[in-house]
């Protein structure tokens, strides 16, 4: 089982950056594939990034391309949401997941471990 720690969020205004990051647990961690989620209240969780098991392959969900690089250490167990030129949509609590595929994948379905989330709120 995979236990995941998220951690950087805060507030910051628009176009700011913040660098969040993904503290994961056991000895298998580069396996997994990883992904950045955000959900607002009252909304559906959505994807934000997926980085493969070696870090080798990227993608990113169409409103974050540019302006988000995803990131992995696999000897720290850690993977890292870079996010640059914020805007206020988004603001959203930030969910770091693990999925079995060693490929990157981006349906929510796929990933079987979630963080605890991490609060990213960016002013207009």
């Known amino acids: 089982q995979v236990h995941l720690v998220e951690s950087g969020g805060g507030l910051v205004q628009t176009g700011g950056s913040l660098r969040l990051s993904c503290a994961a647990s056991?000895?298998?961690?580069?396996?997994?594939?990883m992904g950045w989620f955000r959900q607002a209240p009252g909304k559906e969780r959505e994807f934000v990034a997926a980085i493969s098991g070696g870090g080798t392959t990227t993608y990113y969900g169409d409103s974050v391309k540019g302006r988000f690089t995803i990131s992995r250490d696999n000897a720290k167990n850690t993977v890292f949401l870079q996010m640059n030129s914020l805007k206020p949509e988004d603001t959203a609590a930030y969910y770091c997941a693990a999925s079995g595929t060693y490929y990157y994948t981006t349906t929510l379905s796929q990933y079987n471990y979630w963080g605890q989330g991490t609060q990213v709120t960016v002013s207009s």
């Open positions: 056991g000895r298998t961690f580069s396996r997994y594939s």
